[in-house]
């Protein structure tokens, strides 16, 4: 019989083996590798805002898009892709006015035309006439000319053709352009084969963090702008997605290639509020 001296330590003993087994009960809840302060969770706090993903059937236009005044529109293709077909110019219905501070970070998993009189482009507008920023997420002229795929950052824009040349150049306000061709595989190029394009940025902020990746999330680039707060939305205007498909100039066009759309797989534009 346990004498009434030893009925404690034995109590004690029992729940320290609790605790150790078991951990603190300050602690209880909080997944292994947690602590009350952090989240080792990187998709934490954001939220889809939008997303189409071109489920359609064939031939049927996207309904949260609209195409621009004098361009053709484009068309789901009934496998889950949209097709921005030759001279194509849409844009989304919606657009986003957000806190300063928002994080933002927009996405097209895309295959661009494989031609060399195509340029082809998935873009975010600021279109304030005023203020006009852009930022190209990706755009292509294809396989066959020197200028590849590229991105690029907007802050005017050369309207008149009798200025098109250095009207922008000659007043501060020349675009940014960053070559990103040499930076995939050989046979997965842009045009080659789907890639997923991202374009990360905060309102209120003076980057853009541009990046691609595949379903096995590789990332050929993971390129930041040069700081500039003109470059970046803002929340003066509504901001949108763009998707379009021009001809180059005849005099810059390059005979071959046999595919002159663009294929969109999905678009997603995602947040995170400060």
């Not at 109590?11 to 605790?19: E, F, H, N, P, R």
């Not at 969770?41 to 609209?66: K, L």
Request: charged share 15%.
């Amino acid at each position: 019989m346990m004498s009434p001296l030893t009925r404690p330590l034995g109590l004690l003993v029992a729940l320290l083996t609790l605790v150790l087994a078991h951990g603190s009960p300050a602690q209880a809840g909080l997944a292994s590798g947690d602590s009350a302060d952090s989240d080792p969770d990187p998709t934490w706090g954001w939220e889809t805002v939008f997303y189409d993903g071109f489920d359609g059937p064939a031939g049927v236009w996207p309904e949260q898009w609209h195409n621009m005044l004098f361009t053709n529109g484009a068309a789901q293709n009934g496998l889950g892709q949209l097709e921005v077909g030759h001279l194509s110019q849409i844009r989304t219905n919606t657009g986003w006015t957000l806190p300063a501070g928002t994080e933002v970070r927009v996405t097209a998993a895309l295959l661009m035309p494989d031609t060399g009189s195509n340029y082809a482009a998935f873009w975010v507008q600021h279109p304030n006439g005023i203020d006009p920023r852009e930022v190209d997420v990706i755009e292509s002229y294809g396989p066959l000319k020197p200028a590849g795929a590229q991105l690029a950052t907007h802050i005017c824009y050369d309207d008149q053709p009798e200025t098109a040349i250095n009207a922008c150049a000659s007043t501060g306000r020349p675009p940014e352009t960053i070559p990103v061709t040499q930076t995939f595989p050989a046979g997965s190029e842009p045009w080659s084969t789907f890639w997923r394009y991202s374009a990360d940025f905060t309102i209120g902020g003076d980057t853009v963090q541009f990046s691609a990746s595949d379903t096995a999330g590789n990332r050929p680039y993971d390129i930041s702008s040069t700081p500039d707060a003109r470059r970046v939305p803002g929340n003066a205007a509504p901001f949108q997605l763009r998707l379009s498909n021009k001809d180059v100039l005849p005099q810059y066009a390059v005979p071959g290639g046999t595919r002159q759309s663009m294929l969109v797989d999905w678009v997603t534009v995602e947040v995170k509020y400060p």
